[in-house]
């Protein structure tokens, strides 16, 4: 079945990076585009990034252009979201997805905090 493992989170220091791995399996990656969301506590998920199936294309939310970076190997099924220049506003659970299954991970925390 369709599965995604997120992995990389921890906790950062205002102003701090931290890089975001996505393992997924159970369908052709190369052949999807993907998304990473996050879901802050209380707050509803929202869509952070996007990248289309074969890389070139990729898409953010506002708040996260110019420091956040979406890529994808797809020899590896495998996607990452480097972020640079945290926020304290940012701590939440970070997911990943191929938007066309309704599938999520656990997910992986993301914590900002001085």
């Known amino acids: 079945q369709v599965q995604f493992v997120e992995s990389g989170g921890g906790l950062v220091q205002p102003g701090g990076s931290l890089r975001l791995s996505c393992v997924a399996s159970?369908?052709?990656?190369?052949?999807?585009?993907m998304s990473w969301y996050r879901q802050a506590s209380g707050k509803e998920r929202e869509l952070v990034a996007g990248?289309?199936?074969?890389?070139?294309?990729?898409t953010y939310a506002d708040s996260v252009k110019g420091r956040f970076t979406i890529s994808r190997d797809n020899a590896k099924n495998t996607m990452y979201l480097q972020m640079n220049s945290l926020k304290p506003e940012e701590t939440a659970v970070y997911y990943c997805t191929a938007p066309q299954f309704a599938s999520w991970g656990q997910g992986t925390q993301v914590t900002v905090s001085s």
């Open positions: 159970g369908f052709t990656f190369r052949s999807y585009g």
């Open positions: 990248i289309s199936s074969g890389g070139s294309s990729t």
